[in-house]
C-alpha cells in the first residue's frame, strides 16, 4: 500500500556532491519523521540523519557538516543532500518514515529499497 522509491545515488569522486531523493507513494493520510540510514558491506545499518515533521534534524557525527536532510510535506518526499563525499560515505542508503495510511489511526515504520552510493577516492 506504500513505497518509498529512493534516487539518486550513483559514483563520484572524494569531495564531490550527491542528493538522494526518497518519495512516498500509496493511500498516505500523515507522515511523521522521516529518516535517511546506510548500510556499507560488513556493518550494521546506522543512522544517518532524520527530522520530525515540526521539530529539529539530527545527524550522525561523522556527516555534521556535510549532510543536509530536509523534507517537502506537500510532496511526501524526504531529500538528503550530501556534499564534500569522503570514500568511508559508500554504503547503501536508505529511507526510513512512519507513515498512517488512510482509514487507519497509527502510523507503521516503512522502509525503501536502498539506493548506492560509491566514493572513490
Known amino acids: 500500500q506504500v513505497q518509498l522509491v529512493e534516487s539518486g545515488g550513483g559514483l563520484v569522486q572524494a569531495g564531490g556532491s550527491l542528493r538522494l531523493s526518497c518519495a512516498a507513494s500509496g493511500s498516505i493520510f500523515s507522515v511523521d519523521a522521516v529518516g535517511w540510514y546506510r548500510q556499507a558491506p560488513g556493518k550494521q545499518r546506522e543512522l544517518v540523519a532524520a527530522?520530525?515533521?515540526?521539530?529539529?534534524?539530527n545527524y550522525a557525527d561523522s556527516v555534521k557538516g556535510r549532510f543536509t536532510i530536509s523534507r517537502d510535506n506537500a510532496k511526501d518526499t524526504v531529500y538528503l543532500q550530501m556534499n564534500s563525499l569522503k570514500p568511508e560515505d559508500t554504503a547503501v542508503y536508505y529511507c526510513?518514515?512512519?507513515?498512517?495510511?488512510?482509514?487507519?489511526?497509527?502510523?507503521?515504520?516503512?522502509w525503501g529499497q536502498g539506493t548506492q552510493v560509491t566514493v572513490s577516492s
Open positions: 527530522i520530525p515533521h515540526g521539530g529539529t534534524t
Open positions: 526510513n518514515a512512519d507513515i498512517c495510511l488512510v482509514g487507519d489511526y497509527h502510523f507503521e515504520n516503512y
